[in-house]
């Protein structure tokens, strides 16, 4: 799923925070949704405006953000080196 078309950030906007479309429903707000059990079923009736698309693109940011964090945190950088430590 390519998440670029949904998932935006602007500056002035829920504080530079990822929103769905330029709402002001925030990638963390859906997550927290989720993680509380809230289903996509019941978030949807809640939040017309949002689709199964919006929070599969929410999914779709937050796996690809954990990926890259947990893939950067296993980089030792020492002066100018770089090591890549053995997973």
Do not use: C, W
């Not at 963390?28 to 989720?34: A, G, N, P």
């Not at 999914?59 to 030792?76: D, N, Q």
């Amino acid at each position: 799923m390519n998440y670029k078309d949904i998932i935006t950030i602007e500056p002035g906007k829920r504080g530079g925070k990822p929103t769905i479309r330029g709402m002001r429903i925030t990638v963390y707000d859906v997550l927290k949704m989720l993680a509380s059990g809230m289903s996509e079923k019941k978030i949807l009736s809640d939040f017309p405006e949002l689709t199964k698309k919006d929070i599969k693109a929410v999914l779709s940011y937050a796996s690809e953000r954990e990926h890259s964090l947990s893939t950067a945190s296993h980089e030792i950088t020492l002066g100018s080196k770089h090591f890549s430590q053995a997973s």
